[in-house]
Nanobody, 123 residues
C-alpha cells in the first residue's frame, strides 16, 4: 500500500480554478495508476479522473471533461488535479487513490485512499 495526502482544497467562486495535489509515500509510486474521486453530501462517491503510471493514458468523467486535467510527477511522488471553470455542482470532498494496476478507473481497483480535501464552489 501507498499512503496518500491530499491538499489544495478550499472555497472558490463559480468559474474559478483550483489545483489539488496528492503526495504519495513509497518507492513504488511510479508503478501505480492514480485516480481522483469525489463525494458530494448525500451522494455516492464518483469517479473524476485517472492517469496511468507513465502518464500516457488519462480518462475523465463526462461531467469534468474539458475542465479538469490530471497529471503526475513521479519524481516528486505527486499527482495533481487542475480544476478550471468550476461549477457549484463540483462541490464535494475530493479523494486521491492509488491502484496496483498500471491503469484503472473502477473504484474497486484502487486499494489506497487519502483522507480527502474539501472543495466548495459558490454560485
Amino acid at each position: 500500500q501507498v499512503q496518500l495526502v491530499e491538499s489544495g482544497g478550499g472555497l472558490v467562486q463559480a468559474g474559478g480554478s483550483l489545483r489539488l495535489s496528492c503526495a504519495a509515500s513509497g518507492r513504488t509510486f511510479s508503478r501505480y495508476a492514480m485516480g481522483w474521486f469525489r463525494q458530494a453530501p448525500g451522494k455516492e462517491r464518483e469517479f473524476v479522473a485517472a492517469i496511468s503510471w507513465n502518464s500516457i493514458g488519462t480518462y475523465y468523467a463526462d461531467s469534468v471533461k474539458g475542465r479538469f486535467t490530471i497529471s503526475r510527477d513521479n519524481a516528486k511522488n505527486t499527482v495533481y488535479l487542475q480544476m478550471s471553470s468550476l461549477k457549484p455542482e463540483d462541490t464535494a470532498d475530493y479523494y486521491c487513490a492509488a491502484s496496483w494496476l498500471s491503469m484503472a478507473t473502477r473504484m474497486m481497483d484502487f486499494g489506497s485512499w487519502g483522507q480527502g480535501t474539501q472543495v466548495t464552489v459558490s454560485s
